[in-house]
């Protein structure tokens, strides 16, 4: 087999076509999963830091809260004192208001008398607590406000800022290494992507390449997948339908080989005939003698001609095709009366038994050519003076045809060839019986075709019994 550099060529571009939209797509589907995971864990981490931030912060505007509550009179001087009392309150910034939202106290820039209206601030004077933040920059900004209640009343508010760098460069030292720990993964996953699409489209290329193989016509091919996996499976279906390939292909070579050496012999008599007429002067009845040769050697090839059709008809009908419930003996009847004439010739006494008959699903005509052939055969194969026996009987639910002769057998090595084309057991004997070999593969195809199976014992030098089985139709039991 040649397989061209183009072929080579478009291969190695659906290859790379192949294998690139694999590596790709598992390269984009974990990317975006490791996105989403990236993202999912950094915002966490800074939701997780947050929560303990703002529970610190509202623990100092409460502290600062409540010292301040304790006031009869809310004043700048004051609130100074007060806050300068709580030592472990520490912010960048600390802010009291009154209930309007004046600055009584600021620790950072002098804003004391100014209305400080955050919005925290404004949630605080509602009556409760809150807490925002932002990260930036490595540094995280937050702000916390609570009310100041005087017997059950708002009077004012505390308010906080704290920018925490040591928490940001925590949460972005975190974020850094979540970031190489995905860029890593992808590139494992890469190298896997592109590892298992190689490995992938290896594999595939074997099946395709087996492909190549057998469409150049080396059915023998068989591809080895290995592994135990889909494509496994999908090699070892394209081995069995090499196998397929390579006996029909080996039935279809037999076949034509077989059936121009048939035709070829009768041809060549009538050749041979023609040429002697043509050559030699003769006298009338001599030529009459040649041209009757030449008569008997073209109705052998018309017969063997229409065997043949038969054959192929018989094998190429599939799928359903119409039946009809009939009873064998009266096939059987008329087939004996066609051959007759043929038995008396030679010999031999028909013997029909055909009392336990049984109805079958089958084509007349399909049937009329089974008993035919079988019948035919048990005369042409037969001693003079024999006895052709066809028995119809009964096998549980199968009806059973058999016809027997007392003829000179099939030795015990032919009996598993004699169903094949032109295969016949004595070739000296079938070229004067007019036999093409073509019979007994006719009937085995068309007892196939109507479910049925047929098989042969046989004793040599004392005759042979055909048995086709088919299933029984008991119109009376199917109409129930």
């Not at 591809?223 to 390579?246: A, C, K, P, W, Y």
């Not at 008599?269 to 009338?284: A, E, F, G, P, V």
Request: glycine letters at 8%.
């Amino acid at each position: 087999m040649v397989i061209t550099s183009e072929s080579k060529a478009a291969y190695g571009r659906g290859y790379g076509k192949t294998q690139f939209r694999y590596a790709m797509t598992y390269v984009v589907i974990t990317s975006v999963v490791l996105l989403v995971l990236n993202i999912y864990c950094s915002i966490a981490c800074q939701n997780l830091f947050f929560e303990s931030k703002k529970t610190s912060m509202i623990e100092k505007c409460l502290l600062a809260s409540d010292e301040i509550s304790t006031l009869e009179v809310l004043n700048t001087s004051t609130v100074s004192a007060v806050i300068g009392q709580i030592e472990s309150l520490k912010a960048n910034r600390l802010l009291v208001t009154d209930q309007t939202g004046c600055t009584l106290y600021d620790s950072g820039p002098a804003a004391v008398g100014a209305y400080a209206l955050f919005p925290e601030i404004l949630a605080a004077l509602d009556g409760n607590d809150v807490c925002s933040w932002r990260y930036r920059n490595g540094t995280i900004d937050s702000r916390a406000a609570a009310p100041i209640y005087y017997f059950g009343t708002i009077v004012g508010c505390v308010y906080i800022t704290d920018y925490d760098a040591a928490l940001g460069g925590l949460i972005q030292s975190l974020q850094r290494t979540i970031l190489v720990i995905t860029l890593l993964l992808e590139i494992v996953v890469v190298i896997f992507s592109i590892a298992f699409s190689n490995t992938f489209s290896r594999r595939l290329n074997r099946i395709m390449a087996s492909m190549r193989v057998i469409r150049e016509g080396d059915y023998s091919h068989k591809v080895n997948m290995g592994g135990n996996d889909e494509l496994t499976i999908l090699g070892n279906e394209f081995n069995d339908l090499t196998e397929r390939l390579q006996t029909s292909e080996q039935k279809r070579s037999r076949f034509v080989s077989d059936a121009s050496h048939e035709l070829k012999t009768p041809l060549a008599s009538i050749k041979l005939l023609t040429d002697s007429i043509l050559q030699y002067d003769m006298d009338l009845e001599t030529t009459r003698e040649f041209v009757s040769d030449i008569g008997n050697e073209a109705e052998r090839l018309n017969r063997m001609t229409e065997k043949l059709l038969s054959l192929t008809r018989a094998e190429g009908m599939g799928g359903e095709q119409e039946m009809e419930i009939i009873f064998m003996a009266p096939t059987v009847r008329r087939v004996a009366r066609m051959l007759k004439n043929n038995a008396l010739q030679a010999g031999i006494t028909f013997d029909l038994q055909l009392d336990n008959d049984t109805s079958i699903l089958i084509l007349e005509d399909d049937l009329y050519q089974i008993v035919f052939n079988l019948m035919e055969n048990g005369i042409k194969y037969n001693h003079s003076g024999g006895r052709l026996t066809v028995r119809l009987g009964r096998d549980e639910d199968n009806a059973t045809l058999e016809v027997s002769d007392t003829g000179m057998g099939i030795p015990e090595e032919a009996v598993e060839h004699v169903f094949e084309r032109f295969y016949r057991v004595d070739k000296a004997r079938s070229r004067q019986t007019g036999g093409s070999g073509l019979g007994l593969a006719i009937v085995r195809s068309i007892v196939q075709r109507n479910r049925g199976t047929i098989s042969l014992s046989s004793t040599l030098g004392k005759g042979t019994t055909f048995t086709v089985s088919f299933p029984a139709f008991d119109t009376e039991v199917d109409a129930e």
